[in-house]
């Protein structure tokens, strides 16, 4: 596996119980440095998973890297840090009661002064238009709100891969907008699961559609995605 | 958005607020231990618990609209202990010999004084801590990490806990096209099957984020610790001397 690849595939299949069919099927692609990717896929079809796999919390069979680390048990950690993610449901991901401190924990957690933390954490919610927030305890939030407090705490340690579950789910369309003129000025790689094909077609270059597990296209042609899905004809009349 | 039980963490504002968020901790303890240790069946303690409980509550400065949910909940809580008492006297009793009552109220009356007052002091301390607070303190505290980490997170995730139940009472009340008491009843009913299963799917995906951004790696005081200043060592210290009085009240050191 390539270490300039951010992320890594090699056959990985992953199956919830032994002898199950599998969730995944023998997936196999890479992310490069900096590379703005969609998983694209129906309900069911393995998007989640094949980001939990990523990130080690659902085991897996084959071969996956992130920046050159191979996904093990004594290499999570470190594969971790790599990675800021971002959940489908963000409030189960804000762990603290304040937004400041949710958003600063992980500068903190890997060692850095609070001060500083806290400065980093504030410029992350303001560059994602959320730096009144910084106070605000996490249930005052609403979903759109929640959702920026988890990416800010996500980006603030800037990770070089981003892997983000859904994360246009529930957002107005200027919200939607905004997010993903945030996202394109990242420098990190990104992967994004989702069935918003609005979304992803403004973010992302390259489209990677799923099936029942199983990678069935890999390109830059979004309509191909359409096609399979049987939404041209619905595109051609809006 | 309303959340009444976060609304509640950290509501009050008096001169105890503004400790250190341990100090809080310990000295609603040490008065908390000082209200059930004190004796009711004495004037000197029957006095003593309440000064200590309203005194705490003023200087905690708990919102008067708590202060008297509070104790309304309080006696709901503890007053139907009286009806026991005439089970406890028995009608032969009763009339052959009238001190018997004044016995048979003892038992409710030191249910009721130490409940009430301890209820009192337990939640008065909690209003002065917001989740924030709390933590700062437990952390500083020589209490067991993963005890900590659970009671924080049982503090911060329970709104969400509420929503939740929110959510499956107003579905069962629409899709079922009932409402009041039929809903609660449902609601109720409904809990093995549809309430508890979405709870553990909730705190599975929790687990999964706290694994993920290294929660029980990290730690716990990366938000930092609170200074002890003099107000600090002065109100412990009062609050050590309650408990040194209901002990000594206790043990009939003072008449």
Not at chain 2, 75 to 97: E, H, K, N, Q
Not at chain 2, 212 to 222: K, W
């Amino acid at each position: 596996m390539n270490s300039r690849h951010a992320l890594a595939f090699e056959d990985v299949s992953v199956r919830y119980e032994s002898g199950a069919v599998p969730v995944l099927s023998d997936v196999t692609f890479s992310i490069s440095a900096g590379e703005r990717t969609a998983i694209l896929g129906l309900n069911g079809s393995g998007k989640t998973t094949l980001l939990m796999a990523a990130v080690g919390l659902v085991g897996h069979e084959g071969g996956i890297s992130v920046c050159g680390i191979p996904v093990g048990r004594d290499t999570v950690a470190k594969v971790r840090e790599k990675i800021g993610f971002l959940f489908n449901v963000p409030e189960d991901q804000l762990l603290f009661p304040l937004v400041i401190e949710d958003a600063a924990f992980g500068l903190l957690a890997r060692g850095q002064a609070r001060g500083e933390a806290y400065r980093r954490a504030g410029k992350a919610l303001d560059d994602l238009g959320s730096g009144g927030l910084a106070g605000w305890p996490i249930h005052k939030l609403s979903h759109g709100q929640k959702l920026r407090v988890a990416l800010a705490g996500a980006l603030v340690t800037r990770p070089p891969l981003l892997l983000l579950d859904e994360p246009s789910a529930g957002l107005d369309p200027p919200g939607k907008k905004a997010l993903s003129q945030v996202l394109e000025g990242l420098d990190a790689a990104i992967l994004v699961a989702s069935h918003d094909l609005e979304f992803v077609e403004r973010l992302c270059r390259r489209f990677i559609a799923i099936d029942d597990g199983r990678i069935v296209y890999d390109g830059e042609d979004l309509s191909a995605v359409r096609r399979k899905w049987g939404m041209e004809d619905a595109q051609a009349g809006s | 958005m309303l959340a009444p039980w976060h609304d509640f963490w950290g509501c009050a504002g008096g001169p105890v607020a503004r400790l250190a968020p341990q100090i809080r901790i310990l000295a609603g303890m040490a008065l908390f231990a000082a209200c059930l240790t004190a004796p009711a069946g004495t004037a000197l303690g029957a006095g003593f618990i309440p000064v200590v409980a309203l005194s705490w509550i003023a200087v905690c400065g708990v919102p008067r609209r708590v202060t008297k949910s509070l104790v309304l909940l309080g006696l709901a809580m503890f007053l139907p202990y009286f009806l026991l008492a005439p089970l406890l006297v028995g009608w032969r009793a009763a009339i052959a010999d009238a001190s018997a009552w004044t016995r048979a109220f003892t038992a409710p009356w030191d249910v009721f004084l130490h409940g009430l007052a301890g209820m009192v002091v337990a939640t008065a301390t909690a209003a002065t801590l917001s989740a924030s607070d709390l933590r700062r303190g437990l952390v500083a505290l020589p209490v067991p990490r993963v005890f900590a980490a659970v009671l924080i997170q049982i503090v911060h995730q329970t709104s969400g806990l509420q929503f939740e139940s929110k959510r499956v009472a107003a579905a069962l009340a629409v899709r079922g096209a009932t409402s009041g008491g039929r809903t609660a009843l449902r609601v109720l009913t409904s809990l093995p099957q549809i309430w508890l299963p979405r709870i553990i799917g909730h705190a599975d995906r929790i687990a999964s984020a706290m694994e993920l951004r290294g929660y029980a790696e990290s730690d716990p005081c990366v938000f930092g610790r609170a200074a002890i200043r003099t107000a600090d060592i002065a109100s412990i210290l009062a609050a050590l001397g309650s408990l040194g009085l209901a002990t000594a009240l206790r043990c009939r050191w003072i008449a």
